[in-house]
């Protein structure tokens, strides 16, 4: 069974760093795309970056500049740097890991952690 396991969310100043981690385990295979989603509550959930196996990267308007993701060597890994944090930043950040097969898209989500930005 695949399971995504976030680390590195936190309480940070408005300017400030934090680095967010993803591992994923239960499976010998790869990930097409990881990336990392956000949600506010009582708003949908929202992309903010992904990466493909190729390396392609895809990421939020508001993040742009910002924050940096990358994938680790094993490819069951996946960073976010976010650097100079925003209030509106603060969310339930998410890894999801998607494996994309001839008649389905697998799609697996992490429990998510949190991420606290004050002013």
């Known amino acids: 069974q695949v399971r995504l396991m976030e680390s590195g969310g936190g309480l940070v100043q408005a300017g400030g760093s934090l680095r967010l981690s993803c591992v994923a385990s239960?499976?010998?295979?790869?990930?097409?795309?990881m990336g990392w989603y956000r949600q506010v509550s009582g708003e949908e959930r929202e992309l903010v970056a992904s990466?493909?196996?190729?390396?392609?990267?895809n990421y939020a308007d508001s993040v742009k500049g910002r924050f940096t993701i990358s994938r680790g060597n094993a490819m069951n890994t996946v960073y976010l740097q976010m650097n100079n944090l925003k209030p509106e930043d603060t969310a339930l950040y998410f890894c999801?890991?998607?494996?994309?097969?001839?008649?389905?898209?697998?799609?697996?989500w992490g429990q998510g952690t949190q991420v606290t930005v004050f002013s």
């Open positions: 239960g499976t010998i295979f790869g990930f097409d795309v």
């Open positions: 990466i493909r196996s190729g390396g392609a990267t």
């Open positions: 999801n890991a998607k494996r994309q097969l001839a008649f389905e898209t697998q799609n697996y």
